[in-house]
């Protein structure tokens, strides 16, 4: 059932239009660590040794994408280690809307409950809960 080795996601990354704000967000609504890195930018690091790698004003990477990403259009999943209810407490406790859920959903472990959200520049979030076992 699935790949036993092989490549593993290290980091995505996403852009922002306001530093502040975002790492603001991110911090709060997703409990990253913000760490500032190369080149003007940010990285959000989160559970599991993963990690958001951030373009946003004034960050100047290289290499980049061809057609580079943009703030409000990534489409981000994340698991959620709680039930879904715990999610939309904890997204509406940080004065976060929820536009979608709980609903079920397929992602990397199979079956799930997701919420959807979205981060301040419009990109859509999804808070994923597996059942146990």
């Not at 306001?18 to 990253?32: K, Q, T």
Request: proline residues 6%; aromatic residues 8%; negative net charge.
């Amino acid at each position: 059932m699935g790949i036993a080795i092989g490549p593993r996601l290290d980091h995505v990354v996403i852009a922002v239009s306001d530093w502040a704000r975002s790492n603001a967000f991110y911090r709060d609504a997703l409990g990253a660590e913000i760490v500032e890195i190369d080149k003007g930018r940010f990285a959000y690091r989160l559970a599991d040794g993963q990690q958001l790698n951030v373009h946003g004003p004034g960050s100047t990477p290289h290499p980049r994408a061809a057609d580079p990403v943009r703030p409000g259009n990534s489409d981000l999943c994340f698991v959620w280690e709680g039930s879904t209810d715990q999610a939309v407490a904890h997204l509406r406790a940080q004065g976060v809307e929820v536009e979608l859920g709980p609903v079920e959903r397929s992602g990397g472990r199979g079956i799930g409950a997701s919420v959807y959200f979205r981060d301040p520049d419009g990109s859509l979030l999804e808070f994923i809960a597996y059942a146990e076992g």
